[in-house]
Structure formats: structure tokens, C-alpha cells
């Protein structure tokens, strides 16, 4: 370590403003004397968003749990009992998870953070987007190949095309 | 419970100058030092039965300091910028203080200045080592880092500040 390094820090250890206030010292110590700081608060964005966003994740996950019908079409209507029972018993456990997750973010009070904040907004988001898909797009069926006649009339019709074609 | 008040008072006596010495350097911001220093004992109040080591308390709220200061930092990122030059004029426009104190004044704030364009983890390491003399070991358990990168990093932040304050030996 060089003599300059020193003087150099010499200096900056003697700054003028280096001791805190003593009004601000003997204001902290009495409120820790009372066991509770009143801290400071600061209005966060992010707080005030994420209670409402997560009421409203919620929300949906109980009203696709519970099968009650959105004002707005769901994006798959299903068909079959197996199925039904398929996703209620899959929703159910995302909800149980997230719910976990949730109660676990607000008991360690994480919920300033803005990766919370964004993770929630962007599933509430994600839901909205895809209502609003499906009611514009009109889907009234499902999407993944079933049992139904529909499909199976499609697909005998691709077949029979297919023969015609070979022949 | 009465147990926790007074050793928190004691912790707070015989740390605060610590951790606002810590805050004040690596902000160069009164009011943000005095913000991490409320805070930090705000956490050591909450986070001291889960303690298990008392022989590290001095480098665990240290730890709670940086980690807070860093957090605070970068909360207050915007409003600094807006605010940094109308604090930046006083101490240059100090007209009325002897020559010596307005010389010694922009030593010091030359020092910060330079001090403050370094990277959060470089900046913790110099306040530490050269400012607050702790010792390798200590400010590695401050970072949560091994002994041997606290002097390698240690070595490249004082380059880096050397370079800043246009002393490149």
C-alpha cells in the first residue's frame, strides 16, 4: 500500500459530516428503548398493485376451481367428464401451490419487490390475454384433438381426400 | 423481551457509528446514510434471536448494513440524479471558509467522488479495508466471500480508484 493511497483515504476518513446528527442518534436509540421503530413510510407502486393484482389471481383460480362461468367465455370449453375432472384437480393443486407461494411472499413481507409485483401482473395479464383471444376468436371448441364428432367427421373427411388423391 | 431491549441499545451504542460510517460512504447522502442506519437496526431488532454465533454480530449487522444500503441505493437511484447537482454546489461555492478547510474540502469530496463511480462490491471493499480498517476476514464475512477474493477483488477496485483519481502507477 502506497504512502499516496493513504493520504488519500486520510482525507476522506476526516470529512466534516462523517458523525451522525446527534438529534437523529438519540431519536433512534428512544425508539428502540420502546422496542418499535416507527419507520418511515414510503408510498411503493408496487405495493399498492400487488394486493389488488393478487386478490384478482385469485380470484380466477377459485372461479375455475369452483366451475363457475366468466362473463367472458373461457378460452376451453370442455367436453367430457375425465377431462373436467382433470383440470379441477390440477387447478386445484396450482392453487394450492400459489397460495402457499403467497401467504409465503407476504409472511416474509417481500411484497415491495418488484419481481413479485411483475410475476403477478404478468399472470393476471396473461389471463386477461387470453379470454380476450378466445372470445375474439370465437373458439368454441377445444383446441386439442378429442373424441368428439366434430373431429371425427373432420378427419374422415381429410381421409377420404386423401384416398381420392392416391387414386 | 427486556433482555432484547437492552442488548439491542447495546449493539446500537456500540455499533450505529459503524454501519452510518459505512452508509455515509458508500451514498455520500446524509439522509440516505441515516435511512440504512434505521433500517439496518430495524432488521438486527427483528433478526436477532435467530443469531446463533454472538461472536459475529459486529460483521452480521455489517452485512445487514451493505445489503441494506445497496437496496436503499438503488430505490433512490432517480431522485439522485435530479438532486446531485444542486447538492454538488455549496461545498465548491464555499467562498467564506479559509482557503486550507475549502482545499481540504475538495480533497475529500474528490475522493468520494471517485469513490462513488465504482461498482456497489468494489466500493464495499475499499470502504471496508481502507476506511473502516476492518480486517480480510472481516469483510469477507461482511460480503459473504472468501478470504482470497476479498484481496483480489481488493487489489483490482484500488487499481480502478487510483485510475479514477488519475494516480495509474
Redesign the interface.
Known sequence: M?D??NE??D???????????KV??NQ??QQ??K?Q?V??KRVSVATILTIPVTMAVLAFLIMICTGQTLDIKSAAQLSITQEKSLVFTGSLCILIALLTFIIFVFSKGYTKGWFIFLMFSLSFLAWVMNTVHAENQHLEEPTVPTNSKSFDHDQDQSLSLSDKEGR | ?LEE?SQ??QL??AY??DV??FA??YTNS?QE???I???T??KV?KQLRQLKDRNKIKTWILSIARNTAVDIHRKQKIKRLLTEKLNRQPLISNIQEPPEIIE??E??YT??EA?MTLKSHDRTIIICR??KDYTIQETAAILGISEVKVRVDFHRA?ARL?KT?G?D?
Request: glycine letters at 4%.
Open positions: 502506497g499516496f493511497d488519500l483515504f482525507v476522506l476518513k476526516e470529512r466534516p459530516d462523517k458523525e451522525p446528527d437523529f442518534s433512534m436509540r428502540l428503548q422496542g421503530i419507520k418511515r | 423481551m431491549k439491542i441499545e446500537y451504542d450505529h457509528r452510518y460510517h455515509l460512504y446524509k446514510a441515516e435511512d442506519t434505521q433500517e437496526f430495524l431488532l481540504k474540502n480533497q475529500w475522493v468520494q469513490l481502507m476506511l484500488m487510483r483519481v494516480r502507477d
